[in-house]
């Protein structure tokens, strides 16, 4: 006899009000409910309490907690030899919150080896609108006008949750991240959720926390005072602490 699977509906009245994170499935892992919707109040709710929605056109707004958890430390993020020397070769500038829109269709745009995309034109506007609440963030890579890279998440207290990154060109997406860590870095920001762990975000250094100790992170850090608003402004700032890195030329400030 097979097991049934019994998941938890979101009230739809009550967007603050999710299941325990630490009841997620472990198969498939860290499935926690479905339902409900994709408003900034219940985004910023899941965020909070270290859950995120993911799920693809045909399905239910499903909702997850996985364990582990994948996560950058943000005074841990640097730029590797190579990486160094390919930047060395590119003439290339960093903004914030510039172009947010294009930095999430560029993420859901189809890339080698992947069919579909789990950025559906629902999830794309979901985030825009927290975007213009001052909650959700990017950052963007530019070779002259064209966008090359670029990642965007969601700030709760002093907590980044990264959703996703691109890249056009080689090493694009990760000077978007290292720039964001830089920028969170100085803000006392510690750590970006990268969400679930993958060989390619452990190859840029990430590691993995328990579920249960990336949630006591979270619910200490959401009550920490962040940084809400539009972080357009921190723009130079930003380019002058990368230029002095050397990972962006002096003209690009």
Same mark, same amino acid.
């Given at each position: 006899?097979?097991?049934?699977?019994?998941?938890?509906?979101?009230?739809?009245?009550? @967007?603050?009000?999710?299941?325990?994170?630490?009841?997620?499935?472990?198969?498939?892992?860290?499935?926690?409910?479905?339902?409900?919707?994709?408003? @900034?109040?219940?985004?910023?709710?899941?965020?909070?309490?270290?859950?995120?929605?993911?799920?693809?056109?045909?399905?239910?707004?499903?909702?997850? !907690?996985?364990?582990?958890?994948?996560?950058?430390? =943000?005074?841990?993020?640097?730029?590797?030899?190579?990486?160094?020397?390919?930047? #060395?070769?590119?003439?290339?500038?960093?903004?914030?919150?510039?172009?947010?829109?294009?930095?999430?269709?560029?993420?859901?745009?189809?890339?080698?080896?992947?069919?579909?995309?789990?950025?559906?034109?629902?999830?794309?506007?979901?985030?825009?609108?927290?975007?213009? =609440? #001052?909650?959700?963030?990017?950052?963007?890579?530019?070779?002259?006008?064209?966008?090359?890279?670029?990642?965007?998440?969601?700030?709760?207290?002093?907590?980044?949750?990264?959703?996703?990154?691109?890249?056009?060109? !080689?090493?694009?997406?990760?000077?978007?991240?290292?720039?964001?860590?830089?920028?969170?870095?100085?803000?006392?920001?510690?750590?970006?959720?990268?969400?679930?762990?993958? @060989?390619?975000?452990?190859?840029?250094?990430?590691?993995?926390?328990?579920?249960?100790?990336?949630?006591?992170?979270?619910?200490?850090?959401?009550?920490? @005072?962040?940084?809400?608003?539009?972080?357009?402004?921190? =723009?130079?700032?930003?380019?002058?602490?990368?230029?002095?890195? #050397?990972?962006?030329?002096?003209?690009?400030?």
């Amino acid at each position: 006899m097979s097991a049934t699977l019994t998941l938890p509906l979101l009230d739809s009245t009550r @967007p603050e009000r999710f299941p325990n994170p630490r009841n997620a499935l472990r198969e498939p892992n860290g499935l926690l409910a479905f339902g409900g919707d994709l408003t @900034p109040r219940r985004l910023l709710a899941a965020y909070s309490q270290g859950i995120f929605p993911w799920f693809n056109d045909d399905e239910p707004i499903l909702w997850w !907690s996985p364990d582990p958890r994948c996560v950058f430390h =943000t005074a841990e993020l640097h730029a590797n030899r190579s990486l160094r020397r390919l930047l #060395g070769r590119q003439r290339w500038r960093v903004t914030i919150d510039h172009a947010f829109r294009e930095v999430v269709e560029a993420c859901a745009s189809p890339r080698p080896g992947q069919i579909g995309t789990w950025i559906i034109p629902a999830m794309v506007q979901a985030y825009v609108a927290l975007h213009k =609440t #001052g909650h959700a963030h990017s950052v963007e890579v530019w070779d002259g006008e064209r966008l090359v890279g670029g990642v965007y998440g969601v700030a709760v207290g002093r907590l980044f949750c990264g959703e996703s990154m691109f890249s056009r060109e !080689s090493g694009g997406s990760k000077l978007a991240l290292i720039a964001l860590a830089r920028l969170l870095r100085g803000w006392d920001f510690p750590l970006i959720d990268a969400q679930v762990t993958n @060989p390619h975000l452990l190859s840029m250094g990430a590691v993995e926390y328990p579920r249960a100790q990336f949630l006591r992170v979270v619910a200490q850090l959401n009550h920490l @005072p962040g940084q809400p608003g539009n972080w357009s402004e921190f =723009t130079p700032q930003l380019l002058a602490r990368l230029c002095d890195e #050397g990972l962006v030329a002096g003209d690009a400030i």
